[in-house]
């Protein structure tokens, strides 16, 4: 507006009846051509950083503000699950079996599980003082993470025996997935490990947070197109975060599978835990601590609004 009212002045000032030759006026004429020049050179200048502010402006909002989505889930296909069976990691193993790591203190197991059965085809039984938890697969071998210990274990896929013991620099070992290349690791905190395979080494920690909270109990953890998937301990929830930078990309929400459950009797299962992945058919397996039964889910994108507080009380503990 300043720049506007500027422009108008020397306008006004030009339309004087007084004659420009006049004495009088020369001075004042030659200040009010300085000054409309003055304007004329400024005004651009000003454009220029009003815009350059804006651009960035713009793109911090927009880098700061993105959306996460809501997913819900289509029951495709339910399968019997070892209700014994207190599940802490779980990985497609292909020809329609499971890998799959379970815990508590003296049961604590590696097992292959076929999916159409539910049967245990192959069986590792680890020893007392372990309480096994997260397991991932690279290449031919099977890594695993032990509770309250930085200590972990390397399997053969084909027998289930054990290759090699690990620590890491996790505080504790919850969940593990890998992409390939590397391993993902959580540790019941907020905070998404990145791991060197070959050293166990921790290279890169990103802290995962939703709506300016911490997502705290990270758990078990799977690779699914260039996502990692985490079950939030204590709730219903899965939470979608990019690799790369830690942000929050989406939730899952599948309290329904757990309130089925308990609807039908199974009083005693405990919470959602378990992520398998069939990249080969796009197929997704998930189950729990104690559950009876395997879930392959189809998700979908929930269109109704739910605010960022709802999903708090339910996936933020």
């Known amino acids: 507006m300043a720049s506007k009212s500027s422009k108008k002045k020397p306008n006004s000032k030009r339309s004087s009846?007084?004659?420009?030759?006049?004495?009088?006026?020369?001075?004042?004429?030659?200040?009010?051509?300085?000054?409309?020049?003055?304007?004329?050179i400024m005004l651009p200048v000003c454009v220029i950083v009003v815009l350059g502010v804006s651009s960035n402006t713009s793109y911090k909002i927009s880098s700061d503000h993105y959306s996460v989505k809501i997913y819900g889930f289509e029951l495709v296909n339910e399968f019997p699950h070892d209700p014994r069976a207190f599940t802490q990691g779980l990985v497609y193993a292909g020809n329609e079996s499971l890998y799959e790591s379970t815990g508590l203190y003296k049961q604590s197991t590696v097992r292959r599980v076929?999916?159409?059965?539910?049967?245990?085809?192959?069986?590792?039984?680890?020893?007392?003082?372990?309480?096994?938890?997260?397991?991932?697969?690279l290449g031919e071998r099977l890594f695993q993470v032990t509770w309250l210990t930085k200590i972990g274990f390397i399997y053969d896929t084909k027998n289930l025996q054990k290759l090699d013991r690990f620590t890491h620099q996790m505080e504790d070992g919850w969940g593990l997935a890998t992409d390939g290349k590397i391993l993902y690791g959580s540790d019941g905190t907020s905070t998404l490990y990145q791991i060197d395979p070959q050293t166990l080494k921790a290279t890169r920690k990103q802290v995962?947070?939703?709506?300016?909270?911490?997502?705290?109990?990270?758990?078990?953890?799977?690779?699914?197109?260039?996502?990692?998937?985490?079950?939030?301990?204590?709730?219903?929830?899965i939470?979608?975060?990019?690799?790369?930078?830690?942000?929050?990309?989406?939730?899952?929400?599948?309290?329904?599978?757990?309130?089925?459950?308990?609807?039908?009797?199974?009083?005693?299962?405990?919470?959602?835990?378990?992520?398998?992945?069939?990249?080969?058919?796009?197929?997704?397996?998930?189950?729990?601590?104690l559950w009876p039964k395997l879930y392959e889910i189809k998700l979908h994108p929930v269109r109704r609004q739910i605010d960022n507080k709802d999903i708090e009380q339910l996936c933020v503990p």
Not at 21 to 33: G, I, Q, T, Y
Not at 209 to 236: H, K, M, P, S
């Open 114 to 137: 076929a999916i159409q059965t539910g049967k245990v085809e192959v069986l590792h039984k680890m020893p007392d003082s372990f309480f096994g938890e997260g397991l991932t697969l």
């Open 208 to 237: 995962i947070q939703f709506n300016g909270r911490e997502v705290r109990y990270l758990n078990e953890l799977e690779y699914i197109n260039g996502e990692i998937w985490a079950n939030v301990w204590q709730t219903d929830c």
């Open 17 to 40: 009846s007084k004659p420009a030759s006049s004495p009088m006026a020369s001075p004042k004429h030659f200040h009010l051509k300085r000054f409309f020049i003055l304007i004329s």
């Open 239 to 289: 939470a979608r975060i990019s690799p790369k930078d830690g942000r929050m990309l989406g939730w899952i929400l599948l309290p329904t599978l757990r309130r089925g459950l308990i609807a039908a009797g199974y009083n005693g299962i405990d919470v959602l835990n378990g992520i398998a992945w069939d990249s080969n058919k796009n197929r997704i397996f998930v189950t729990g601590k």
